[in-house]
Each structure stands twice: as C-alpha cells, then as structure tokens.
C-alpha cells in the first residue's frame, strides 16, 4: 500500500495539488522545521525559481505559452525568456505563434485603467 501526502498551493485563487511519496513529504517538512522555509509554498516556490534558473529554457517555454494566450505583451515575454527581441522572434517564428500587434487605442485603453487602479 502506498502513501501519498499532497501540498496544496494557492496560487491566485487557483489551486495546485502536489502529490508527493511520504519520503519526499518529509523532507519538505524537516526543511520547515529546521527554519530554511516558512511554509510548504515557500517551499514550491523556491523551488520552482531554482528550476528555472537551472533550466533557462524553460523561462522560454512559459514566456511564449503566456504571449501565446495574450497575457502578456512581447516586451514583457522578451523580458522573461531573458533572450533578445531578435532571438525570441525567431522562436515564436519557430514554434508557429503569430505575433500580435496592439492598436494604439488597446494601449491608451491599459494605461489609463492603471492610472485608475494606481491613483
């Protein structure tokens, strides 16, 4: 019989369950215990940032998966890949993703809801 203990992360009102074997639980655990994290989150999401930094293409692979859905803008992707405009034009060239061009009205539209929400 396996056990499995789960951490659950709430991440903006969006929920990840992580189903961990009970060796690896503990570990998590003994790390909270000893002080190094605060919580099992803080656990996740350093762990996460290190895997990122490990793995730098997989800052890419995000970048394009949010540009693709337009959560973010291109500039913003560029910034996250952490590759050139060039470079990262070049990707989405590759993977297939149209790039999308913001009227100028879209963009008056956004600055002024954030002067809205900021003041």
Same mark, same amino acid.
């Given at each position: ?28 655990? @003994?790390? /909270?215990?000893? #002080?190094?994290?605060?919580?099992? =989150?803080? &656990?996740? !999401? ?5 895997? +990122? %930094? ?15 859905? @337009?959560? /973010?803008?291109? #500039?913003?992707a560029v910034?996250? =890949?952490? &590759?050139? !405009?060039?470079e990262f034009?070049?990707? +989405? %060239? ?26």
């Open positions: 019989m396996t056990i499995s203990y789960y951490i659950i992360i709430n991440i903006t009102s969006k929920k990840a369950t992580i189903s961990l074997p009970p060796a690896e639980f503990e570990k998590v655990i @003994g790390l /909270i215990e000893e #002080g190094k994290f605060t919580s099992r =989150s803080d &656990v996740f !999401r350093t762990s996460f940032r290190l895997m +990122l %930094e490990e793995k730098p293409e997989y800052k890419i692979d995000v970048a394009v998966y949010l540009y693709r859905k @337009g959560e /973010i803008s291109i #500039g913003r910034e996250m =890949s952490g &590759v050139s !405009r060039e034009n070049e990707i +989405l %060239e590759r993977r297939g993703v149209k790039k999308t061009v913001e009227k100028k009205e879209d963009e008056e539209e956004k600055v002024d809801e954030l002067r809205k929400n900021v003041g």
